[in-house]
C-alpha cells in the first residue's frame, strides 16, 4: 500500500449506498459523484451487496459474488478508479442463498452432492442431544436451547423439500420467505378417498386462503378436515422459498469458497471487506452461537490471511452490547471495529445537551487507538442494544448509556415515527429490542440545525465516517415502503430511492450543500491526519481539536442551540465557517 493511499484510507470520508439507491444503477450515482458539488467529497465508496446477485434481505442472501450485471459493470468500476474512490465490499461470511450453485447441488443431489456438507442439516447437528417432534424436527436439549442467541422468533431453521419427497430442516439464523403458490385439481388426485367434486372445494378454500395471506395452519377445512395435513404437504412441495442458509465452516469447500471469493472482491477494486454476520460462523453444540471463543478467533485468523494475500482490510462487523466487551477484544487483535455506538450517543448528546457520555466514548477510542468505522444513518437501524451494560461472569459491566437513557433514545425515535427490530429467546418470547429504525433526520426530529451538527460531529470523530446516502438529502421516514415491505419492512423507511430530479433538487438546499462543505474539509485537510484533543469545556459546549505539524481543525459547538463554527488552516491561511 502506498503512503499516500494508507492516509486516505484512514482519513477519507466514505459513501454508503445500494447500486440503485440514486436512479437505477451504480452509474447513476457515479453521475452524481462526477457532479462539481461532490468534488473531493468522498474517497470511499461502500457499495451495498446488490453489487452482487442476491435474492433476498435486499442483497444479503448472495447467490454468488459476479457482479450484479442489472446494477453494476465493470466500466463503472474504472470510473470510480478514475474519482480516486476505493471501495468497500461485504461478505457474508454466514450464510448463502438457496438459489447458490452450492444448494441447487445439495437439493438436485441430495447425499449424493459434492455439497452435502456445505450446509447445515439441523437434525444431523443436533443428533444425539435433543429430541424429535412431530414434525421430525430435533429439539435440542433445555440446557443447549436456552443457551442459543436467537435472531428471530422460533427455532432458526428452514424445512426444505427435496425432490424425493422428503423435507429436511437447514439451519437459517436469518431470513427466509416461503411463498405459498395455488393448488389445481390435479395436484390432489393421489389423496386417498377424495373425491374430485371435494377436490374442487378443497382448491377453492386452500386458493381463497393463498390469496388473503392466510394461515393455512389454522385455517378451516370444515367437513373436509381429514383431508387437510395431505393437502398442506401438497401445498408445502408446491410453494417457493427463498432463504439465507448457514454455510458449515467445518466443510474445506466452504473456505475454498472464500478464498475464490476474496480473490474475486479484490479484482473488483475492493480494499475493505466488511465481515458481515461473522460471529454467526462459528457452531458448537453447547455455546451460544454467537461469537463462541475461541472458535471464532481461529476463524477470523483463518480469513484475515486470506485477506493479507489479497491486500484487503478486514472489517470484522459485531452487533454486541458493550459491556460485553467484544469491540475491544477485536480492536485488540488490529482489527479496524464498526462504531455501532455512535449513532444512539450522538441522539442522546442533542437530546439532552450534554456531552458526558459522547466523550467517554470518543476518550475511550484515543487512549485505546481503536481503528473505527463510524456512522449515522446506515442500510440497517439506529443501534441500541449497543449501547447496553452486560453482565460477565458474576460482573456487571457498565453500558456507555443507563438502560433507562436507551429506553428514552428508543422512545424519542418511535414517537417521531421509528419503527422497531427485537431479539428473541428460543420460545418465541421478545427478549431486547436490537435497533430503532428511522431514517437520522427523522430520529432528530426533522431539524436540519441538528442533522448539521450532527454530521460535524461525525466528521471530527476518530477514524473512517461513513455517510449514508439519504442523510446527505436529510430523508425523512418512509412509511408507505416500510408497510409495503413485509417482514423485513421496517429497514425500507430509510432505504428511499432518489431518482435524478431529487438530487438535482437537493442541491439548492443549504442542508445538502453545507454537509457536503464540512465532508469535503474532512477528505481533504492535512489536519485530519494527524493528532486529536478534547478541549475542557462545560457539558453543554463541545470542543474537539485536530492538529497535524502547523495546521488544524476545531470544531466548536454549542449542544443547547446546536450552533457551532469549524475554524481551519488551508496552506497557511486560517479560515473559519459558521452555522
Known amino acids: ?47 451495498l451487496p446488490t453489487f452482487f446477485n442476491s435474492d433476498l434481505d435486499r442483497g444479503f442472501s448472495i447467490i454468488d459474488y459476479n457482479l450484479n450485471e442489472e446494477l453494476v459493470s465493470k466500466k463503472d468500476l474504472k470510473a470510480l478508479e478514475n474519482l480516486n474512490i476505493m471501495l468497500k465490499f461485504d461478505i457474508v461470511l454466514n450464510h448463502l442463498s438457496v438459489n447458490s450453485l452450492q444448494f441447487k447441488d445439495l437439493l438436485e443431489n441430495g447425499e449424493n452432492s459434492k455439497y452435502k456438507d456445505f450446509f447445515i442439516n439441523w437434525n444431523t447437528f443436533w443428533q444425539g442431544n435433543g429430541t424429535r ?48 403458490n395455488k393448488i389445481k385439481v390435479d395436484d390432489l388426485i393421489r389423496i386417498k378417498g377424495l373425491s374430485r367434486e371435494n377436490a374442487i372445494l378443497i382448491c377453492e378454500k386452500v386458493n381463497f386462503a393463498i390469496d388473503n395471506n392466510l394461515d393455512l395452519k389454522t385455517f378451516s377445512f370444515n367437513e373436509l378436515a381429514q383431508y387437510k395435513e395431505e393437502v398442506l404437504k401438497i401445498v408445502y412441495r408446491k410453494s417457493s422459498f427463498l432463504g439465507q ?9 466452504v473456505w475454498e469458497f472464500y478464498e475464490e ?82 449513532p444512539g450517543l450522538m441522539i442522546h448528546t442533542l437530546e439532552t445537551n450534554n456531552n458526558k457520555a459522547l466523550l467517554t466514548w470518543i476518550n475511550e477510542i484515543i487512549s485505546k487507538g481503536y481503528k473505527t468505522v463510524n456512522m449515522l444513518g446506515c442500510h440497517d437501524g439506529i443501534p441500541v442494544l449497543d449501547l447496553k451494560g452486560k453482565e460477565v461472569n458474576g460482573t456487571y459491566n457498565k453500558g456507555l448509556l443507563e438502560d433507562s437513557q436507551i429506553e428514552s433514545i428508543m422512545n424519542t425515535i418511535m414517537n417521531r415515527g421509528g419503527r422497531v427490530k427485537n431479539l ?28 448539521l451538527l450532527a454530521r460535524a460531529i461525525q466528521m471530527f470523530m476518530p477514524g473512517i465516517p461513513q455517510v449514508w446516502y439519504l442523510d446527505i438529502f ?68 463541545l470542543s474537539i481539536l485536530f492538529t497535524n505539524i502547523d495546521s488544524y481543525a476545531h470544531l466548536e459547538a454549542d449542544l443547547k442551540t446546536f450552533n457551532f463554527s469549524i475554524s481551519y488552516t488551508i496552506n497557511n491561511d486560517e479560515n473559519k465557517l459558521v452555522f
Open 1 to 47: 500500500m502506498s503512503p499516500k493511499k494508507s492516509q486516505t484510507i484512514a482519513n477519507g470520508v466514505m459513501l454508503n449506498t445500494y447500486p440503485d439507491s440514486i436512479g437505477h444503477k451504480l452509474s447513476d450515482t457515479i453521475k452524481m459523484l462526477q457532479l462539481p458539488e461532490f468534488k473531493d467529497v468522498f474517497s470511499l465508496f461502500y457499495v
Open 133 to 180: 417432534n412431530d414434525d421430525n424436527i430435533l429439539i435440542p436439549k433445555k440446557e443447549f436451547l436456552e443457551k442459543l442467541f436467537m435472531r428471530k422468533s422460533g427455532l432458526p431453521i428452514l424445512k426444505v423439500p427435496f425432490p424425493d419427497g422428503s423435507e429436511k430442516p437447514y439451519w437459517n439464523t436469518f431470513y427466509q420467505s416461503i411463498t405459498n
Open 245 to 253: 442458509m448457514d454455510v458449515n465452516a467445518k466443510s474445506e469447500l
Open 261 to 342: 471469493t476474496l480473490a474475486k472482491v479484490k479484482s473488483f477494486g475492493c480494499k475493505i471487506l466488511r465481515l458481515d454476520a461473522f460471529a454467526y460462523l462459528h457452531k458448537e453444540i453447547g455455546q451460544t452461537n454467537f461469537f463462541n471463543k475461541p472458535g471464532t478467533w481461529h476463524y477470523l485468523e483463518r480469513i484475515n490471511q486470506i485477506a493479507k494475500k489479497n491486500d484487503l482490510i478486514l472489517l470484522p462487523e459485531i452487533h454486541a452490547e458493550y459491556g460485553l466487551n467484544l469491540h475491544h477484544e477485536v480492536a485488540k487483535e488490529n482489527y479496524q471495529i464498526y462504531d455501532f455506538f455512535l
Open 424 to 451: 428473541y429467546d428460543p420460545s418465541g418470547k421478545k427478549i431486547s429490542y436490537y435497533q430503532v429504525n428511522a431514517t437520522f433526520f427523522s430520529a432528530l426530529g426533522e431539524n436540519e440545525q441538528k442533522l
Open 474 to 541: 436529510a430523508g425523512k421516514n418512509n412509511y408507505k415502503a416500510a408497510d409495503k415491505g413485509g417482514s423485513g419492512g421496517h429497514k425500507e423507511i430509510n432505504r428511499t430511492t432518489l431518482s435524478k430530479e431529487d438530487v438535482a433538487k437537493g442541491l439548492k438546499k443549504d442542508i445538502v450543500l453545507n454537509q457536503l462543505k464540512i465532508m469535503r474539509l474532512r477528505n481533504t485537510l492535512k489536519a485530519f491526519s494527524g493528532d486529536i484533543s478534547i478541549k475542557n469545556v462545560t457539558e453543554d459546549k
